[in-house]
């Protein structure tokens, strides 16, 4: 509003001087110039009041002259230029200040407690330790306390970081903001809603946003010595030519390039990361973004997928993976368990036709029973499903599992094991390729920071390559964790869930994944990410250097070109009015070169829309291959172990699916997919590495022909045995490997959403058997 009065007095005064109204047009003049004088003397008065003084100071200073000589149309120029920067600022930052409105808005407002044999409705500050309270399914856990049911099932990722529910025996702990993800169950308080975790973190929060520090403007740190040159310039002209001089120099003197550059460029550095998907909340962000050199980010939901996926299906019978993964989504798919609904999801991405179940039986916690096509089917735990010994194929299947952090659900049939589906929450395609660019962009130091297990947390650090792993740690953990790096140097915390959120408000910059993430995170972060890829957090980071870097350019050279101009007025040359004129020319010259942060990044190579198709084609492709890459380490193991009759078929059966579908896979990444990869990488042959991979899986599967058509008619020997051993093994960890870098270095190129189930590149997502990370100590995983 002031700009736009600023603006209109300008105009105003010169179309009076035009009518011959001369000093309605002077007090127009001055008025524009007394707006924008205003502004300046608050930011001085703010900036002293801190211990420093800012740029502001030669602006007023101008501003008094130019009125004190009679020059009120340099003075009107000056403060026309004074308002326009502080609303290019104000605007940059207009979303910068944030509270807890999302937050609190997730907190529960009420609790059913029973009284006098009934369930009441009751508000939550009425809640008293030793009430008796009903959660419902999908409610959020009103205030902490003790399981008073047989078991409840809860969805804590917003609270600890683990992906998946986890399953709570009477009398265990259940903290206030984890969500019933499962039937309805009873709880005994132990707290009132005040003295409970969720109010524990939105405390947290609102501490930690108190206690950052007043942000530096660009512009500031280049004050001092201007101002100390400017007044010397201007004591000199005044002492050597009087007044008029001086005032001539102030006015060229006047800071528009510190003024009007640095907003300019943070502006249009914002609009450029909201084009590519990151919303970042004002200029002051984008420019503590660009010096932070250490990286917090938090695990689940953020280097990983932050969902459970079926990565893989383990058999050892006649019935085939997908025969398996049918019948269990099939009794699955009228359950709302959180694994359920992701056995369900892939068998529809494998285009899997699903029966309706009858005679539905489920258990919180434990599975599913029921008939499906006339077979009885249990699928969930091993002793949900009566499974009694289990078979040494399961056993060995669960074990790696396990080590891996893994999960495995049991599918019996009729009363026969027919197959184990094993679910992941796996890494990001784009994890490890983000960690590197982030490193090419100047972040020196990243620490992973989560609440999940410590030995799953080493794995997948090590995976994606970061500095250092900080596990199991709770809200006020991760905020210590900021505080101890932020002692060293500039951070930024990067997170998804409500318990990131103390943390996204104490970093020096706080970056929410936003297009899943936590709401409450999202409104005390000072960056999110709206699109569900972390490379963009790879841009954001090279979009604020960048920005910042534009905007040192065009203060300097603006301060040059004002120094020049300087001496010309100081020695008589340039009149105030003509002097202002000329501070305007340089400030086209600024704002120019400041919009330059608008052009696109080059922080790697992008495939485009037309591309998308082709990509997801072979991403579908890698997603139905997984299973027969765990079909060749599962026939591997059977070898020795069952009837020679039995591995033998199967090893044909593997041999001639892996002829039919896997080899014409590869054929067809070498014939189309690497071609348009080649050209979008350029260079000689970038994919050269790739395709020699191409080149020994097809030989592989060829030799394995050869070996079984070699020993078809006598049968194997013992030194067959190992010999096929080792031909399997070593395929599949080719194909695993091929698999993963295809997926991290190519098929995540493609410039749209992340994929709905992204590969893990280092455990059994990408060779069909990953699994989600296991619950903490003393807790049970749902299922």
């Keep these: 509003m002031v700009l736009a009065a600023s603006l209109a007095a300008l105009a105003g005064g010169a179309l009076a001087h035009e009518v011959g109204w001369a000093r309605a047009g002077d007090g127009a003049w001055m008025a524009a110039a007394i707006g924008g004088g205003l502004f300046a003397l608050v930011a001085v008065v703010g900036t002293v009041r801190r211990g420093r003084l800012g740029v502001d100071v030669v602006a007023v200073l101008a501003v008094a002259g130019a009125l004190a000589v009679g020059e009120e149309l340099a003075a009107a120029v000056i403060g026309v230029m004074i308002t326009t920067g502080r609303a290019l600022e104000t605007w940059a930052a207009g979303r910068a200040r944030r509270d807890l409105q999302a937050l609190l808005a997730q907190a529960p407002r009420a609790a059913r407690r029973y009284r006098e044999g009934s369930v009441q409705a009751v508000d939550l500050a009425a809640v008293v330790p030793g009430d008796r309270l009903l959660v419902g399914s999908g409610e959020i ?17 917003s609270l600890t970081g683990e992906p998946l529910p986890v399953e709570h025996l009477e009398g265990d702990l259940a ?19 005040a003295q409970s975790t969720h109010a524990a973190i939105v405390r947290l929060v609102a501490d930690a946003e108190a206690s950052q520090g007043p942000f530096v403007r660009l512009a500031d740190r280049y004050a001092l010595w201007f101002l100390l040159v400017s007044l010397v310039l201007a004591g000199a002209a005044w002492g050597f030519a009087g007044a008029a001089r001086a005032v001539a120099v102030l006015v060229v003197a006047t800071p528009c390039p510190l003024i009007l550059a640095a907003p300019v460029a943070m502006v249009s550095g914002v609009s450029r990361a909201a084009r590519r998907g990151v ?18 980010i938090d695990k689940t939901g953020t280097l990983t997928a932050g969902r459970p996926v079926l990565a893989g299906i383990v058999t050892a019978g006649p019935v ?33 036709a699903l029966s309706l179940p009858e005679q ?35 056993r060995q299947a669960r074990r790696r599992a396990a080590l891996d952090g893994a999960m495995t659900v049991f599918v019996v049939a009729d009363g026969e094991l027919i197959g184990l589906l094993v679910l992941d929450d796996p890494l990001r395609t784009d994890a490890g390729r983000t960690v590197r660019a982030l490193r090419r962009s100047g972040i020196s130091r990243i620490v992973m920071v989560t609440g999940d297990r410590s030995d799953v947390a080493e794995s997948v650090g090590a995976v994606v390559g970061v500095d250092a792993v900080l596990a199991e740690r709770t809200p006020a953990d991760k905020l210590d964790a900021v505080r101890l790096e932020a002692r060293h140097a500039p951070t930024l915390m990067v997170g998804d869930g409500v318990n990131d959120a103390p943390a996204l408000a104490l970093a020096d910059v706080g970056v929410a994944m936003g297009a899943r993430g936590a709401t409450a995170s999202s409104e005390v972060a000072d960056a999110v990410l709206t699109v569900d890829r972390l490379d963009r957090l790879g841009e954001a980071v090279a979009v604020a250097r960048r920005t910042r870097r534009i905007a040192v350019q065009s203060v300097a050279a603006g301060m040059a070109m004002a120094l020049a101009a300087m001496g010309v007025a100081a020695a008589g040359w340039l009149p105030a009015v003509w002097g202002a004129l000329l501070q305007e020319g340089i400030d ?22 037309p591309d998308l198709a082709l990509t997801r084609r072979f991403h579908d492709e890698h997603l139905a291959l997984r299973d027969v890459i765990e079909q060749i380490r599962t026939a591997a193991d059977a070898l020795g172990v069952a009837s020679t009759a039995e591995a033998m078929g199967r090893l044909r059966q593997l041999q001639q699916v892996l002829v039919d579908e896997v080899v014409p896979h590869e054929r067809a990444e070498e014939e189309v997919l690497y071609p348009l990869i080649g050209r979008v990488l350029g260079g000689n042959d970038p994919t050269g ?30 030194v067959d045995l190992v010999e ?13 490997l091929h698999s993963s870098q295809e997926d991290e270095s190519f098929l995540s190129l493609a410039d749209d959403e992340a994929p709905a189930e992204p590969a893990d590149a280092g455990h059994w997502a990408t060779d069909a058997t990953s699994g989600p990370v296991a619950a903490a100590p003393g807790k049970k995983r749902s299922r």
């Excluded at 258990?363 to 289990?390: I, P």
């Excluded at 070996?707 to 006598?714: F, P, Q, R, V």
């Excluded at 096929?724 to 695993?736: C, K, M, P």
Aim: aromatic share 2%.
């Design 175 to 193: 903290r206030s903001g984890g969500v019933n993800a499962d039937v309805p169950f009873e709880l005994r308080a132990t707290a009132t809603a």
């Design 588 to 609: 086209v010259i600024v704002i120019v070169n400041a919009l330059r942060a608008l052009r696109p990044v080059g922080t790697g190579v992008h495939l485009g829309q």
């Design 689 to 718: 590495t790739m395709s020699r991979a191409h080149v020994e899986i097809v030989h592989q599967i060829r030799r394995l022909g050869q070996l079984l058509d070699d020993i078809a008619s006598e049968g194997p020997d013992p």
């Design 141 to 157: 856990v009103p205030v902490d306390g003790t399981v008073a049911s047989a078991r409840a099932v809860l969805d804590e990722s």
């Design 320 to 352: 085939a993976p997908a025969r398996v993964l049918q019948l269990a989504a099939s009794l699955d798919q009228v359950s709302p368990h959180v694994l359920a609904t992701a056995i369900v999801r892939a068998a529809a991405a494998r285009g899997l």
């Design 360 to 394: 539905v039986r489920e258990q919180a916690g434990a599975g599913l029973a029921g008939m499906v096509e006339g077979r009885s089917l249990a699928v969930g735990t091993a002793a949900w499903v009566g499974l009694g010994a289990t078979p040494p194929w399961a």
């Design 724 to 736: 096929l051993r080792r031909r399997l093994y070593e395929l599949h960890a080719i194909l695993r």
């Design 279 to 296: 919303v970042v909340k004002g200029g002051a962000v984008l420019e503590r973004m660009a010096r932070c050199t250490t990286l917090l």
